[in-house]
């Protein structure tokens, strides 16, 4: 399949705000990345770098995923791709129109559907498609009859003609989605979608993305849920504090993560000691400390619990949780990063 999207070095530099220290990224050595979920951006002499020489490609009819913590630089991304966003640096193009120099024949081509939808809440539903589509020089006669027919496809066709906020959350995103398509885009983005949903909204918005996706239509979105990624997307693009540190399908990344079963045992104190002697229990191929959690690699699921308490109890360390996640994305992230993606 063709590339869709090419992203070459692409970076996003933001100023710093007047009056924050400027500082260089750590040095090397200078002990283990914080267990924080999301750590601070990274602050240059430049200022703050929200993407760090980004490259992607993205085949047409492919369901692209870009996952990461909050702050990786995803939402960047897709700003960048939708001409929202001017890069510092590199080069980006979208169905072969560069973001920078051809960004009104790119916003021709795209269609967004944004993290926390924005309707026109004075317009109701069919009239917001509608109004949409006037902007792409559609009559409205023919965008009242697309409209229809997308509001019919994503269940919310008794809805055509009620005020935005007679509808639920689930109900608002399927419009957002709706009004994203009423131009026939060859590219949809999708900013972090299911965020804010309950679990059922959640999973009637997947299979929508299932059944756009089996049209043919190139999706990109942004997610957070390693779940979701996995379930949904051909291939995943992992992104931390705006660098690429993996790019495959979900079952070829999985595959990549190390030693197997992760075990996490929580301790009343820090775990550097142990882990150090953790390191000699059979089965385990790999530990380290986070704090005073021990992360722990087994070829051999949970067999080595019990010698791992052992272990901890001989360096006078009390074991106060312990918690299992097989090989999978988030065990991938963790290895890499040294710090969870939720």
Request: charged share 20%; glycine share 10%.
């Amino acid at each position: 399949m063709p590339d869709v999207i090419t992203v070459e070095s692409l970076r996003k530099v933001y100023p710093a705000p007047a009056g924050r220290p400027r500082r260089g990224p750590p040095m090397r050595g200078s002990g283990p990345p914080p267990a924080a979920p999301q750590e601070p951006p990274r602050v240059t002499a430049e200022g703050i770098v929200a993407l760090d020489t980004l490259d992607l490609t993205i085949r047409d009819g492919e369901l692209f995923g870009l996952l990461g913590p909050n702050g990786a630089g995803k939402s960047t991304t897709i700003g960048i791709l939708t001409t929202r966003i001017i890069p510092t640096g590199g080069r980006a193009t979208v169905a072969g129109h560069d973001v920078v120099t051809a960004s009104a024949r790119v916003r021709q081509h795209i269609g967004v559907v944004p993290q926390r939808p924005n309707p026109d809440r004075s317009l109701s539903t069919l009239e917001n498609l509608a109004f949409h589509a006037a902007y792409f020089g559609i009559p409205f006669a023919q965008a009242e009859r697309s409209g229809r027919a997308l509001l019919e496809r994503l269940g919310i066709a008794d809805k055509a003609h009620a005020k935005v906020d007679a509808l639920s959350g689930g109900q608002q995103q399927r419009l957002m989605i709706a009004r994203a398509l009423i131009h026939e885009p060859t590219v949809i983005f999708l900013d972090e979608p299911t965020v804010g949903l309950d679990p059922q909204a959640r999973l009637d918005l997947w299979e929508i993305l299932r059944d756009l996706h089996a049209q043919g239509r190139t999706i990109i979105m942004t997610t957070h849920y390693m779940e979701e990624a996995d379930q949904l997307c051909d291939r995943i693009a992992i992104v931390d504090r705006g660098r690429l540190l993996a790019c495959d399908t979900p079952e070829a990344l999985k595959a990549r993560a190390p030693g197997g079963t992760l075990i996490e045992v929580t301790l009343d104190g820090v775990a550097t000691d142990v882990a150090a002697a953790a390191r000699a229990v059979p089965g385990i191929t790999r530990a380290e400390a986070q704090g005073p959690v021990l992360q722990a690699y087994s070829a051999r699921e949970g067999e080595a619990i019990p010698d791992l308490i052992k272990v901890a109890g001989a360096h006078g360390r009390t074991v106060t949780n312990i918690h299992l996640t097989s090989p999978s994305l988030e065990s991938l992230f963790i290895s890499m990063t040294g710090r969870k993606l939720a």
